[in-house]
């Protein structure tokens, strides 16, 4: 196994117990195994640099405190700085919720619109877009006690529609009925209409993917998105598809502007990296993890824990 990053640099300032204040030579040899802890946890290499660097200033020049190791006081850097970037603030920041239980009732999701609310679900073709098109609906009907209604707007793959409507059945959502031979245009603003004349509060549009990111694909996104004007845009990516994942995200945010990020498989052997990828590249917020196939397997996205998995 591995040693924790906590040892590693633990082993390093052990030769350091005289009080004062860190200096950069002994700031600089601990970083260099945080930049392998990242490395190793799938983080980008530029957002890798930014992170070390942004430590480093921190680090440097500041007093070793009687109470506590030097190498406990840089850990301690390290995790609040990666804390702080995984949260966001500034002004593409989440809101952070006042406890736990705020963020479960609002899911995640912002829904300060008007009723129906459009919320969008982009992503490549397998990320997990349909499953959490659904499970996001189901959190919404039991914690924020909102009436959804879930539309596909995949018409490029022919079972696409007829899966979220399985999905709706088995987790008791309503799905747009579907009519063969619409464009997802038309989809959207027929599901729009559905949800005014429903008295629904929410309505999700799952959108098709692609095996990468194409100009057909972005082009229909900016449709779609001019028809149906969300309120959210969420982005499904699979955490285990580490760079790619980072790269996805940074176009789907520059060319059709997204809101937040729901990422899936978190249930896998990834660190976590790509979150801390995503966030940083994209500035938006991660919202939700996917933690497992079935339907209740979704989690509120909470900085603490994945930093924690991310520094080992
Ligand atoms: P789409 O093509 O993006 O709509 O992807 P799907 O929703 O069809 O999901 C593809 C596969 O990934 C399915 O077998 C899902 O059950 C699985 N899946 C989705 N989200 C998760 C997750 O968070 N964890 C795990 N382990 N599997 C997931």
Known sequence: MFDTLQERLGSIFEGLTKRGALSEKDVSEAMREVRRALLEADVALPVARDFIKKVTERAVGQEVLRSVTPGQQVIKIVHDEMVAMLAGGGEEGAPAPSSDDAADDAAGIDLAAVAPVPV????????????????????????????????????????????????????????????????????????????????????????????????????????????????????????????????????????????????????????????????????????????GEKLDEMEVFRAERVAGRILG
């Open 120 to 291: 969008m679900m982009v992503g490549l073709q397998g990320s997990g877009k349909t499953t959490s098109t659904a499970k996001v609906a189901i959190r919404l009907r039991d914690k924020a006690k909102r009436k959804v209604l879930m539309a596909s707007l995949d018409v490029r793959r022919p079972a696409a529609q007829e899966q979220l409507k399985v999905l709706g059945e088995q987790a008791g959502i309503d799905t747009l009925p579907i009519v063969a031979g619409q464009d997802p245009v038309a989809i959207a603003r027929r599901a729009m209409e559905a949800g005014r004349l429903g008295g629904y509060d929410v309505v999700m549009l799952d959108t098709a993917g692609r095996l990468a990111v194409d100009e057909a694909l972005m082009a229909e996104m900016a449709e779609i998105k001019s028809a149906a004007n969300p309120h959210e845009i969420l982005l499904v990516a699979d955490s285990l598809t580490g760079q790619d994942a980072v790269n996805t995200a940074d176009l789907f945010n520059k060319r059709v502007g997204l809101t937040g990020i729901v990422l899936t498989r978190a249930d896998g052997d990834g660190r976590g990296g790509a979150a801390l990828s995503m966030r940083a590249v994209t500035g938006k917020p991660i919202k939700l993890l996917g933690t």
